[in-house]
């Protein structure tokens, strides 16, 4: 009885530290109304709502709901470091596990160069957590489980996962070592970073992988000039994410895809969009394939390398799906961005139906961006 009286106080604690903070689900932009009884094709009305969603996301000056207070200025550093002569922690998941359960200020852990073999996972509690490596390419975080590892699924394969909000990562590497799986072998999925919670920044990192490389599960999120890397589905999830000024690279061995964005619903508002990103690796790489029926994702100022297949987009094997995805790309170059062979389902965005894209606006990012 009193371990359960425990997990009731938690989770009214934590419906109250939402409330407070303006953490919550993404509710940005119009809710589309019911289809009227008349004569207007799901396509013709799918084109309408995204028009006037386009407008009025272009008329904001400010965010619809309420302001996301981020705390910046840390409270308290903690130091990792292989040799414990020099820090305070020598993994990175022991240095989590010393915050409070319920975490409300700042904290940075500068993690030390070296190689941390191990598995971290950030409770949903433990908001603020900065993680900062010593460059991306000097502070490696590694593990190697995937779907297969029972009782794990590729949920729980993830080397490094968040579970809380304000996250931020700088300067380090998450690294899955499973490697490139075989064409058609099952239960190879083996995520290096998994984030499932709101108000996220990654500036700097590294994602090594193969097949689901960066689970993108949900929340907003913005990635600055990360490396990220994969075979198979490497970039996938239901957030709604920024991708600014990263390089996404391939690994696959015939055929790869760069996206599976999980939208399910018209009335989902998340989507992910590459904004001067380049893409190049081995293989040859669909833009994104389509896990949600109402998948999103859009790539604009983007260069593209020739190992793009040229229809650029894949359905899932679902025909209607045809119908309800938005995928786009906008003034994108290199040999792999001809849109000439594009399947007849994707678009070229015009300057206003980029417009949502292609800003910090696409994720509120002006209210709880402070870096």
Not at 316 to 330: A, H, I
């Amino acid at each position: 009885m009193p371990c359960r009286r425990l997990v009731i106080f938690y989770v009214i604690v934590l419906v109250v530290l939402l409330n407070s903070t303006g953490t919550r689900c993404h509710t940005k932009g119009i809710r589309p109304k019911r289809v009227a009884a008349v004569n207007m094709s799901q396509v013709a009305y799918s084109e309408q709502q995204f028009m006037k969603w386009v407008d009025f996301v272009g008329s904001l000056k400010h965010s619809l709901f309420k302001t996301a207070t981020n705390k910046v200025s840390p409270s308290r550093i903690l130091t990792v470091h292989k040799n414990p002569n020099y820090g305070d922690f020598t993994s990175i998941q022991d240095a989590i596990n010393s915050l409070p359960t319920i975490n409300l200020v700042r904290v940075v852990i500068k993690v030390h160069a070296g190689l941390y073999t191990e598995k971290v996972v950030i409770a949903p509690l433990k908001s603020y957590v900065t993680i900062e490596g010593a460059g991306a390419d000097a502070t490696v975080v590694q593990w190697g489980d995937t779907a297969q590892t029972q009782p794990l699924g590729t949920y729980g394969s993830a080397t490094f996962a968040v579970n809380s909000p304000f996250f931020i990562a700088k300067n380090i590497t998450f690294k899955n070592t499973t490697p490139v799986p075989a064409p058609g072998a099952v239960g190879k999925q083996a995520v290096a970073f998994r984030i499932s919670a709101d108000t996220a920044v990654l500036v700097g990192c590294k994602f090594l992988g193969a097949q689901d490389t960066l689970y993108d599960q949900l929340g907003r999120h913005y990635y600055k000039d990360c490396y990220i890397e994969g075979s198979v589905d490497f970039i996938f999830g239901s957030g709604l994410s920024l991708f600014e000024n990263c390089h996404v690279h391939a690994i696959a061995s015939r055929v790869g895809a760069v996206t599976a964005q999980g939208r399910s619903s018209i009335l989902d508002e998340s989507g992910f969009s590459f904004v001067k990103c380049k893409v190049t690796g081995s293989g040859a790489l669909y833009l994104g394939r389509a896990w949600g029926p109402f998948s999103r994702v859009v790539f604009s100022y983007t260069y593209m390398d020739n190992i793009i297949i040229p229809k650029g987009w894949y359905n899932w094997g679902d025909p209607s799906r045809e119908m309800t995805v938005f995928y786009g790309q906008y003034k994108c170059t290199g040999a792999g961005a001809k849109f000439a062979g594009r399947v007849a389902w994707s678009r070229e965005l015009t300057d206003e139906e980029a417009k949502p894209f292609i800003s910090l606006n696409f994720i509120d990012g002006t209210e709880w961006i402070t870096i």
